[in-house]
């Protein structure tokens, strides 16, 4: 249940208000700590890392994170908002410019006719993928809210069994003509039928299900192919998956912004995708052989002897798909050494033996470094 849930600040460690950047940083950071492959068999982080992508989901989608910044976990259920449709336009106002223009002008003016289809209004929604999905490409439901013809008067706004009725001020027309005498003769002008409002019909009896609209708001789920190699942000159009139109105009499209989480260990950059190595000073002196996660799986990397920090090596071909499908790009590995921590006096021991024994040709960055501090100083 909701109210049983923790708030979703609360489980990125972020306070309310925070940007977006401040999200996506906070939800690197969680995830890396409670990753199911950094965590095995542990189900308490499993659990964890779930909660924290279910809380990235809402707080990095606008909309979803301002209805749960008004009314928390109510505001992002999925029943949230139920209700009738209200109509076109602003709080189901059915403004039309030509009925602004001719109650200033007095008419006379082409005007669009509002019997003419008209394509329905295009819909967004979000939709958050992993990084993985992104990469390789998935299929996923989006649940959206849309207006469609209302099935129960067939969308002409009546009571079943019941049809509009012709208007009898303009008797169909739509348009009421009027006469006026003027100093230079009659005028005849031409306005929108006030009974009306241009339609040419008057509903007697509206339909219950959509007071008289046509149209009703109802909840659906639309399933959508993503493409592998899509990015964070990029937006995939579906086509006649928007608001009905008017009459018998088409439906506009649904627009689906997609949303990729970051990931624990890799960075993308284009198709490529980076990875920081760490490495003991033993595994980049001695040369080793070490697991090395990619998209693919795992795989067996040799490292030379005497590897250096920020060392590059490239994985051909181990990078993210060509979304337009032509290839792929690399997965770079970059080289950190990890210093050891809280030594034994045994270990110490050893390093500084080691040290001892080491010669200045071990050190050719260092050795370099002391001759151009020698040479500067003697110039």
């Known amino acids: 249940m909701a109210e049983d849930k923790r708030d979703y600040y609360e489980v990125l460690g972020l306070g309310k208000g925070a940007s977006e950047d401040e999200i996506k940083k906070a939800y690197r950071t969680m995830a890396k700590k409670y990753h199911p492959d950094l965590n095995p068999g542990d189900k308490q982080a499993e659990a964890r890392f779930k909660e924290v992508n279910e809380a990235y989901e809402v707080l990095s989608d606008s909309q979803k994170k301002a209805r749960y910044d008004q009314y928390g976990h109510a505001g992002v259920d999925p029943n949230f908002g139920a209700g009738g449709y209200q109509g076109y336009g602003f709080d189901g106002m059915d403004f039309d410019l030509g009925d602004i223009f001719s109650s200033f002008f007095g008419g006379g003016g082409r005007r669009q006719n509002p ?133 018998g105009g088409p439906p ?68 993210i798909p060509n979304i337009n499908g032509r290839g792929r790009g690399n997965q770079i590995l970059k080289v950190t050494i990890e210093v050891p921590q809280k030594l034994s006096s045994s270990q110490k021991k050893l390093l500084k033996e080691f040290e001892e024994a080491s010669e200045e040709n071990n050190y050719p960055k260092r050795k370099s470094f002391f001759k151009k501090v020698k040479d500067a100083f003697n110039s």
């Not at 920081?276 to 799986?297: N, S």
């Open 115 to 247: 019997n003419t289809p008209r394509r329905g209004s295009d819909i967004s929604s979000q939709v958050v993928i992993s990084f993985e999905e992104a990469a390789r490409g998935c299929k996923k439901q989006v649940d959206i809210r849309v207006v469609t013809s209302c099935r129960e008067c067939g969308g002409n706004g009546a009571a079943k069994g019941t049809t509009p009725k012709t208007c009898s001020s303009c008797n169909g027309s739509g348009q009421e003509r009027k006469q006026q005498r003027t100093p230079f003769g009659v005028v005849q002008t031409q306005t929108v039928c006030s009974k009306c409002r241009g339609k040419g019909t008057i509903i007697v009896n509206p339909c219950r299900e959509c007071d008289g609209t046509g149209h009703v708001r109802t909840s659906t789920s639309v399933g959508i192919n993503i493409p592998a190699g899509i990015d964070d942000r990029q937006v995939i159009s579906i086509r006649g998956k928007g608001n009905a139109g008017t009459n």
């Open 252 to 319: 506009g499209d649904l627009q689906v912004a997609v949303a990729v989480r970051p990931h624990p260990v890799f960075e993308r950059d284009g198709y490529n995708v980076w990875y920081e190595m760490p490495l003991t000073f033993a595994q980049a002196a001695l040369g080793a052989e070490v697991e090395v996660p990619t998209l693919d799986g795992k795989i067996t990397y040799t490292i030379k002897e005497g590897t250096q920090p920020g060392d590059m090596f490239t994985l051909k071909g181990k990078g």
